[in-house]
């Protein structure tokens, strides 16, 4: 397994190391319960220097990402990020993208851990023009610090202050107690924060600054656990689950982020006649009424009938309640609408809800 430069922080830390994407991450440190609850009240810090980093630049570079990604850069400001599928030409998902504008002819693009080898070859093998692709993944660690008190955390350390820097943008060169790093505000929990991005030889330095920093404001360090039940009840999509090379950005209920008006992109045709034609599938959200843990692909029935399966499904910390996504045939996706979940063999009834399940207060 390949470790992140803060692997024996996560060690020191008792971490509980799991696989995943081929790297040895921390799942949790106390429980995945306690550092959930710390991101939502407090801040929590994640290590997510298993994500891959990718630069285009050069005079085409923004026609070829146009070509790559469905949503839309072309009135981009430098120094904002936008959140983009990016498909196959049959509409599948390849990935769902960050796309940071460094300048009119260098884009610095963020993609999942899973995914960066076959994104990075996907994008080679549709190159055009004068445009250079660079996996520059092993330049970079990333920490994400999350939560209500991350920007007064973060700010104490940082020589810029912090709240220029809006949601959705970044600053290219900030310094973070003595180390220069990319600062951008995007956030996968649904609660305010940054992710630092900086030369992995000083990850090990600044997480441990950034801990001592937020020990008064009970900043925790969060792991896998808790990332993935955070984004689920902010109701944040992800690969493998809610969108893969078999689900749609336009069947997971993403197509604002899928600009056809912006001309030609891989995938286009098929997403256009997907959306004019309605879907036949559509991610819902529901919330158990009988008692049980829906799990991702568990079968999704109605009156007995298969009618799609669980996309992701927990125990919701914020909410208390289990919960879960679903892709399921259209015509069964009505708020209200009540389905089963099989559950170990027991066919348990569950009722359709709004997404997201979680929305935080906006001060």
Known sequence: ????????????????????????????????????????????????????????????????????????????????????????PDGGTVDDILVYKMSNEEYFLVVNASNTDKDYQWMLDNAEGDAE?????????????????????????????????????????????????????????????????IAPENAEKLWNKILDEGKEDRLAPAGLGARDTLRFEAGLPLYGQEISKEITPVEAGLSRFVKFDKGDFIGRSALLAQ????????????????????????????????????????FSPTLKKNLGLALISQEYSDLGEVIEIVIRNKTLKATIIETPFYSRKRG
């Open 275 to 314: 959306k004019e034609n309605e879907p036949g599938r559509k991610l819902v959200g529901f919330e158990m009424i009988e008692r049980g843990i829906p799990r991702s692909h568990y079968e999704v029935q109605s009156e007995g009938k298969s009618i799609g399966f669980v996309t992701s499904g927990n």
């Open 1 to 88: 397994m390949k470790k992140t430069p803060l692997y024996e922080q996560h060690v020191n830390l008792r971490g509980k190391i799991v696989e995943f994407a081929g790297w040895a991450l921390p799942v949790q440190y106390s429980s995945i319960l306690e550092e959930h609850e710390y991101v939502r009240n407090s801040a929590g810090l994640f290590d997510v220097s298993h994500m891959g980093e990718i630069i285009i630049e050069g005079p085409d570079a923004e026609k070829l990402i146009q070509k790559l990604i469905t949503n839309n850069i072309a009135n981009m400001e430098q120094g904002k990020i936008i959140y983009s599928p990016m498909c196959y």
């Open 133 to 197: 692709i660079t996996n520059v993944s092993s330049n970079y660690a990333q920490l994400a610090l999350q939560g209500p008190k991350a920007m007064e955390i973060l700010g104490r350390l940082a020589n810029f202050n912090l709240e220029k820097i809006r949601p959705f943008r970044f600053e290219a060169k900030v310094d973070i107690a003595g180390f220069e790093a990319l600062v951008s505000r995007t956030g996968y929990t649904g609660e305010d924060g940054f992710e630092i991005y």
